[in-house]
């Protein structure tokens, strides 16, 4: 069983050390600090349990020292010691979320008390966090819906990265669910009871987004009328998923890669270094290798963020998830709607399959919520999603996956086209020959090799003749 953490913060060195042995030979781990700036410095490196610190040190008290880790390490447990003369501002300090106050001359036995007290609120705490991660993992696995091949082999690397600490990249077009990736990640990673802050490079303006990233002090600009933190000091212990980080400006990139590097900051307008603990998960559709390759993008970032990559491959890459994703769509939008359907059309099902989805996931999930808001009948049909074929097309290059997954033959192909043109223009060459781009003589020379020839069709002189005039 892991030791409870102390620290003890006193500018006495003898309390200090008095304290300190006393609560080492009750198997405590403690460590100790002769005032908040060491304390600051100690809280950066390990992790505590429980802060017990005199109320009353010069430059910084221990009521300042408390409202500078509140935030940061708000699952540690404050206690303050203060001599008689004090209680009043020791009471005022538990009305501010300190956890409880102690009188001077310190008695071992009331100490011990309050810190067994300590110990049950951390540990309750601490079972609640892990229950609600452990349903936060359960629900962020479960939105990757998928059966094919290609997602089981990512939901697998998944697994092996998440419990590392590595940088990851994440790669893919819009829409394949780079987000739920990184969620998957973050819940299923030893950081998972810390926060996870998200932050869309691409949706906030190059002005705004160095200060939504890093915060900025009181009066460093006009309107800063109070100290602002920022995502990666509100992601302290945790993971930040930086999403469309090729989209950030180059000088920004800098103040990125000295977080990765050196796991600091200022804010915007300060000089006091903020040292954070944070986990990166970084997420493009571009391709960051050519934005190297312009100028655009920094090549020490790039390296820096790319120790794991992970490509989410598009939907047109995985197609037997095409179905198997729609109908999960349907059940919840119709259980959020208070409508009922009895499934997708046969001729839905062929039009979803057809389509060769460009918005990826999130295409998919658009449709068919609106095909719920729209469906007349019992069944969502063909109609209800809006794909026509202006907008649809056939998926040839799902076709050619298929055809090199399964490799099947040049000729094979070759031949199964012939065959086909030739039935469809019923055994017309010239008009076979126009289907495929190719001369009646090309097609004639090709379909002989496979034994495909009938005697001319009736009319096949004329169309001869047409041909040649």
């Known amino acids: 069983m892991l030791k409870t953490k102390l620290l003890i913060v006193d500018d006495e060195r003898t309390q200090r050390e008095m304290l300190r042995s006393i609560l080492e030979m009750r198997d405590f781990q403690v460590f100790a600090a002769a005032d908040g700036h060491e304390a600051l410095n100690i809280l950066d490196k390990h992790r505590v349990d429980i802060i017990i610190s005199d109320l009353k040190m010069p430059e910084m008290s221990g009521l300042e020292l408390f409202s500078k880790i509140k935030e940061k390490y708000p699952e540690t447990v404050f206690i303050i010691m203060t001599a008689h003369g004090s209680i009043e501002s020791a009471v005022e300090s538990v009305k501010q979320g300190v ?8 008695n071992t036995d009331e100490l ?26 359960v629900r962020a696995s479960k939105q990757i819906v998928s059966s094919s091949k290609e997602m089981k082999t990512l939901m697998e690397q998944v697994a092996m990265v998440a419990k590392s600490d590595a940088t990851i990249l994440v790669r893919g077009e819009s829409g394949t669910g780079k987000e739920l990736i990184a969620n998957a990640i973050h819940y299923n990673s030893n950081r998972n009871e810390g926060p996870f802050v998200k932050v869309n490079c691409g949706a906030i303006p190059e002005t705004l987004l160095e200060d939504e990233l890093f915060g900025h002090e009181k009066g460093a600009f006009t309107t800063a009328l109070n100290r602002r933190r920022g995502r990666f000091e509100m992601a302290h212990k945790g993971t930040i ?6 989209d950030m400006a180059p000088q920004l990139q800098v103040k990125i ?10 804010r915007i307008g300060g000089s006091e270094i903020i040292t954070v603990d944070v986990r990166l998960i970084a997420a493009t559709h571009t391709n960051l290798e050519q934005m190297v390759k312009d100028g655009k993008f920094r090549e020490d970032l790039y390296y820096r963020i790319n120790v794991v990559p992970l490509e989410v491959p598009p939907l047109r890459k995985h197609r037997d998830d095409i179905l198997l994703l729609a109908n999960y769509f349907l059940e919840t939008y119709a259980a959020k709607n208070g409508r009922k359907f009895k499934g997708l059309s046969r001729k839905a099902q062929e039009t979803l399959l057809q389509y060769t989805w460009p918005g990826n996931v999130r295409e998919l999930e658009n ?14 049909e063909d109609t209800d999603l809006l794909l026509t074929l202006k907008g649809a097309h056939l998926n040839t290059e799902a076709v050619f996956d298929k055809l090199l ?3 099947i033959p040049l000729e094979t192909v070759e031949k199964e086209l012939l065959s086909r043109s030739l039935a469809r223009a019923a055994g017309n060459r010239s008009m076979a020959a126009r289907m495929l781009g190719l001369s009646r003589r090309t097609l004639q020379y090709r379909a002989e090799k496979y034994n495909l ?10 169309d001869v003749e047409a041909e040649a005039d």
Do not use: C, W
């Open 257 to 266: 890669l000295r977080v990765l590097q050196e796991r600091e900051f200022e």
């Open 112 to 137: 011990l008390h309050h810190i067994h007290l300590a110990q049950q609120t951390i540990n309750l705490k601490r079972e609640n966090v892990a229950l609600k991660q452990e349903a936060s993992a």
């Open 367 to 380: 449709t068919i919520e609106r095909a719920v808001v729209m469906g007349q009948s019992e069944y969502v």
């Open 453 to 462: 020839l009938l005697p001319s069709a009736e009319g096949e002189e004329e």
């Open 405 to 407: 997954d399964e490799q």
């Open 241 to 246: 998923f930086l999403d469309e980080i090729g």
């Open 99 to 106: 956890y409880t106050y102690i009188t001077k001359p310190i």
